[in-house]
């Protein structure tokens, strides 16, 4: 009787792993030799127990394999599916497209592990394909729901970082064929195939290197790193020398590297200098004494736009200058600048001679390359940054519209301006002293050269020495 009740238990566990195991997903990322983040332009995947091929071509990067035979179980609709986000685990932004068959009222939500609602999102959809943001605010695992007509789909995500909100924004719809995703096939498998993985990153030369070939055996679903023996380290790819760099408040920021310049990915939030000095908090204008404040006088909004500090506060005692580089280190941490305005034109010259960054094949037209995708009011005139904002930021410089604070006592909505500052003074020192900034509107194709007065609050960008 014992060994009966034995191998039942041995044949329910099978079934039961049967039913619980249908499909294993295959997530790839790729990194060079010095740990930068490497776009993974294809992957090819070989099952030699088997006898198939598949490849992926960017922005697929993961491969969902469910079995043509066996006992199978569908955690969403074939009309209604939420596809991997990418990436995962994420620093805090993701994107997750809803593939659907149905139209309808759509309401997405986010749950965290205990499984209180941190954001949701309705919308009506029609079928086709749909592009969502996701931002989140804590690190921690969460679960995306998505509902329609009695349908839904669900993923988790992993988010590493923070955006300094919580929301799920509508970017765009593709109209096309329902149905499985590219990086969804129907392939046999068996725990324990023989699988080989080789990937492909095109480089900024015009060159493809290739990942060295990947064997291992097909065990569960898991996150593949595909390594480049070379550095992948070009245009849009964080700074070999410096991937990141901290302020003296601890704030860490991305980095970013474009011709031969190494800038901050973000705009500087930091309350003090690097030598421990505290930076004055004010809403009254002054072209002599040092001050910061929030976008919009809003604090919720630094995480996403930094803070504002006028001319005193950027330069920190220091005299304008014209060189490059400019040798103020100003408001930004040891070993990083105040660029010039000669080093901001550099950045713009350098983008305008690159076709991949221009837009409509216009020199001049430049803006949306240097544009963050997020954050921009809605304009319609083509190659601004307002316009169809996902096609923004192939520089990877992720200028954000944070507005300004201009006097007499003038706070500009965030969304329609980026103007930054450069260590280049204009003019007298007086009440009307100006110095040399950039700007970027939601509704213009240019970067253009402009002056502000010193008393005027704006962002900050540095540049490593």
């Given amino acids: 009787m014992k060994k009966t009740t034995f191998l039942l238990f041995l044949l329910l566990t099978s079934v039961c792993g049967l039913m619980a195991q249908p499909t ?37 990067t993961v491969l969902v394999l469910q079995n043509s035979v066996g006992i199978r179980e569908d955690v969403s609709s074939g009309d209604f599916e939420l596809l991997p986000n990418i990436p995962n685990p994420f620093n805090g932004e993701t994107d997750v497209r809803l593939r659907t068959g149905i139209s309808g009222e759509v309401v997405m939500r986010v749950f965290d592990l205990m499984g209180k609602e941190v954001t949701s999102f309705s919308s009506v959809c029609e079928p086709g394909d749909h592009h969502f943001r996701v931002q989140l605010n804590t690190a921690d695992i969460y679960l995306l729901t998505a509902v329609c007509n009695g349908k839904s789909s669900s993923i988790k995500m992993v988010n590493s970082g923070t955006s300094g909100i919580n929301s799920i924004e509508y970017i765009t719809e593709e109209k096309t064929a329902t149905g499985p995703s590219k990086g969804t096939v129907t392939r046999p498998f068996n725990f324990g195939d023989e699988m080989e993985y080789i990937g492909y990153c095109d480089l900024t030369n015009g060159t493809t290197v290739q990942s060295p070939l990947m064997t291992q055996n097909l065990m569960y679903s898991q996150t593949i790193p595909l390594l480049f023996q070379v550095s992948t380290n070009g245009d849009g790819y964080p700074c070999a020398e410096a991937t990141t760099v901290t302020d003296y408040d601890g704030n860490t920021y991305n980095t970013v590297k474009i011709g031969n310049q190494c800038w901050m990915k973000e705009n500087l939030r930091t309350t003090r200098y690097a030598d421990g000095s505290l930076i004055s908090t004010s809403t009254s204008p002054s072209t002599t004494t040092a001050y910061c404040f929030s976008p919009n006088l809003a604090d919720s909004m ?72 997020i954050g921009w009011n809605e304009s319609w005139e083509t190659c601004s940054p307002g316009n169809d904002p996902i096609k923004n930021n192939a520089t990877g ?26 260590s280049t003074s204009v003019g007298d020192t007086g009440v009307n002293a100006h110095a040399r900034i950039y700007r ?19 962002p900050v960008r540095c540049v490593r020495d």
Wanted: proline share 5%.
């Fill in 397 to 422: 410089l992720s200028l954000r519209p944070s507005g300004g604070f201009y006097p007499p006592n003038i706070v500009t909505n965030a969304g329609n301006t980026a103007d930054y500052w450069t």
């Fill in 440 to 458: 970027i509107l939601h509704s213009s194709a240019t970067l253009n050269n402009t002056m502000a007065f010193r008393s005027s609050a704006l």
């Fill in 302 to 373: 630094i995480p996403m736009y930094g803070r504002l500090y006028n001319w005193a506060a950027v330069m920190h005692g220091s005299d304008g200058s014209t060189s490059n580089p400019s040798g103020v280190q100003g408001v930004c941490p040891t070993g990083w600048h105040v660029p010039s305005n000669a080093e901001w034109s550099q950045l713009k010259s350098y983008v305008s001679m690159h076709n991949e960054f221009v837009c409509s094949g216009v020199a001049t037209y430049c803006a949306k390359a240097l544009a963050d995708s």
């Fill in 24 to 60: 294993i997903t295959l997530k790839f990322t790729g990194h060079d030799i010095y740990g930068n983040y490497a776009r993974l332009s294809q992957v090819q995947i070989t099952n030699h127990s088997k006898g198939w091929q598949e490849t992926l071509t960017w922005p697929d």
